[in-house]
């Protein structure tokens, strides 16, 4: 999972700091290390490695976090589970291929 990286400087991620109360939530829900607390509040660590699942803005009690759930990888990954080969994602992994940004390392 760790060279598994989306396109750089495309992931819709943002983050109101000054809203953040540091329950240090986001963090934990996070799958991908995005997130983490300096001095008592969130701060964004790797935000190309954010794949939108969108589970650190559902848990945020002060509404910090937005993100665009499904813009990034992993619709790509969900439609490649349900034998998907096509539709909105412009990422759609083919049945037996690898993510073609994963191979190319973006
Ligand atoms: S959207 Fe998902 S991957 Fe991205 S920072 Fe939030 S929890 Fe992490
Ligand atoms: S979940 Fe929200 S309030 Fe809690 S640390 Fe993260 S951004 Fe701050």
Known sequence: MEKLRYLKDVVTL???AERCVGCGLCADVCP????????GRA?????DACMECGACAMNC??????????????AAV????LGRTGGDCC????????????????
């Open 61 to 74: 009690p002060a509404g910090a976090i937005t993100v665009q759930s499904g813009v990034g990888c992993a």
């Open 32 to 39: 991908r290390g995005v997130l983490s607390l300096d001095n």
């Open 14 to 16: 943002a983050l109101d």
């Open 43 to 47: 701060a964004i660590i790797d935000r």
């Open 78 to 81: 969900i439609n490649s589970m």
């Open 91 to 106: 990422c759609v992994i083919e049945p037996g291929k690898s993510c073609p940004a994963a191979d190319q390392n973006l």
